[in-house]
């Protein structure tokens, strides 16, 4: 069995990355065995679909499960359509969260904890214009 743990950095102690479709890399790990792989993910600075696409290459490398801190409904939906169970609201460090799967201690989630889009510094958020602030208004 193999499980992807979105990764804040490349060793088993590093920490849980919250976001699935824009992190770095993952750990593809055996939960038995603890070894791993890290597989660096291309879609974190896609314009779009990231969450879908990073979801179909996590499907590609036969991960049966996925660690993360969250899950947006696209790629939730992919996930689920290839039968990867998803566990969200994970925190501290990769070896941590193997461990707390290990003992059945995380709960499968049912359905998206964020909204599209979660992560996305592209848009979405507050921010300057391209008037950067600058007008003095009327009197």
Do not use: W
Not at 109 to 136: E, I, K, L
């Amino acid at each position: 069995m193999k499980i992807a743990v979105s990764a804040s950095g490349r060793e088993i102690n590093s920490p849980v990355e919250p976001r699935f479709g824009r992190c770095q890399q993952f750990l593809i790990i055996d939960p038995e065995s603890m070894e791993y792989e890290v597989l660096d993910n291309p879609n974190m600075a896609a314009s779009g679909g990231a969450g879908i696409q990073t979801a179909q290459l996590l499907a590609s490398h036969s991960v049966q499960a996925v660690i993360t801190g969250n899950c947006g409904p696209n790629a939730f939906m992919t996930l689920e359509a290839a039968e990867i169970q998803v566990f969200t609201g994970a925190s501290g460090s990769i070896q941590e969260a193997v461990e707390r799967y290990n003992k059945k201690q995380l709960q499968a989630a049912s359905q998206a904890n964020v909204a599209g889009h979660f992560g996305d510094h592209h848009g979405g958020g507050a921010g300057q214009g391209r008037g950067m602030g600058r007008g003095h208004g009327r009197e």
